[in-house]
């Protein structure tokens, strides 16, 4: 197995508006903590190679996807598939496309641009890098998260957008650990909670910024830490900077310091990957009386092709599950076996 790193700081310039809440109308005005865009090589031992990219940024624009994904087939020959872009979902970084639901967030098309290319000089440099690796793997879990879907007190039968501890949310924290020779290169993780902790106008890459940090701590400086974000979208921090100022550095220290306790510890074991990589496009309607199930969800899902042409989502199986909307999705999976 071989992996190549490389990583650019993407932190914008303070003034550039931040995505994310839809009350948020003015401009930054501090950097809390920096942006980083995260991308990970990967090439099996059949050859088959992909690339993870991650990045502390909102979403990304539909035709940004495929630019970026016909350029590495052209200049790689990677499959669409094979391409994956995930954001952590931060609601402290800039937007990277005009949305007519929130017109009043401007768009700074030269942080676009910058962008674009950063994903391009990392892919490639990624790509250049790929070296012996051994990986190791565990699945960890983690309870920061929390409902935010709660029922309503004074309307029977609806929900309101709050915390509810009594909700569901998926403790699963998959690691994976990627040495060179003895020495740890890098940790992936995942886990699926909105990137919310913060509400103020400093750009930063929230939580996921947090433990970065605080795993570079623990681990070492020169450990690169890419994080995946899952499918976190009725999910939110117990945590939130607001109210807690003294105690909201600490509590994603601990967070981090879990989790990198758990890289050094044996829970982690050994594995030899094979990569599949598969995406499909598909529609879900809007209308909710006819909303699939979460069977014909995972049906859906599990119908790939590796020929599709799709913006790609990254998940740990091959299924998807999407929130409602009027225009097309994709699911695309990366599997990692043991052999």
């Known amino acids: 197995m071989k992996a190549g790193f490389a990583q650019s700081d993407v932190t914008p310039e303070v003034g550039v508006y931040l995505a994310g809440y839809p009350s948020r109308n003015e401009p930054s005005n501090s950097v809390d903590d920096p942006l980083f865009l995260r991308v990970v090589a990967l090439e099996d031992d059949a050859g088959r190679r992909m690339v993870l990219v991650t990045g502390d940024l909102l979403k990304l624009p539909r035709d940004l996807t495929w630019r970026t994904k016909l350029w590495c087939e052209a200049q790689f020959g990677l499959p669409s598939a094979s ?29 676009v641009r910058r962008f674009e290319q950063a994903i391009r000089d990392c892919i490639r440099a990624a790509l250049d890098d790929l070296q012996p690796v051994r990986v190791g793997f565990g699945m960890h879990q983690a309870h920061f998260g929390v409902s935010r879907r709660a029922p309503h007190p004074e309307r029977p039968g609806r929900i309101q957008m709050a915390m509810n501890p009594e909700g569901y949310y998926d403790p699963e924290l998959p690691v994976f650990a990627l040495y060179r020779g003895d020495e740890l290169a890098a940790v992936l993780y995942s886990y699926a909670c909105h990137a919310t902790s913060k509400s103020s106008r400093g750009i930063s890459a929230d939580w996921p910024g947090q433990v970065s940090m605080g795993l570079k701590r623990e681990l070492g400086e020169g450990v690169m830490t890419l994080f995946a974000q899952g499918a976190g979208g009725s999910v939110m921090t117990r945590m939130s900077e607001r109210g807690h100022e003294d105690e909201y550095a600490g509590y994603w220290a601990e967070v981090a310091a879990d989790i990198a306790a758990f890289v050094r510890s044996d829970a982690m074991a050994d594995i030899a990957l094979n990569l599949r990589v598969a995406e499909r496009e598909f529609e879900i309607p809007y209308d909710m009386t006819k909303f699939p199930s979460q069977a014909e969800l995972l049906a859906c899902g599990r119908a790939t092709c590796s020929s599709g042409r799709a913006p790609a989502r990254w998940t740990r199986d091959s299924a998807c599950t999407s929130r409602a909307r009027s225009w097309p999705r994709a699911c695309s999976s990366s599997r990692f076996r043991a052999r």
Request: net charge neutral; hydrophobic share 40%.
């Open 83 to 111: 391409v994956i872009i995930n954001l952590s979902h931060t609601h402290a970084a800039p937007n990277l496309f005009l949305q007519r639901c929130y017109p009043h967030w401007p768009l700074d098309r030269e942080y």
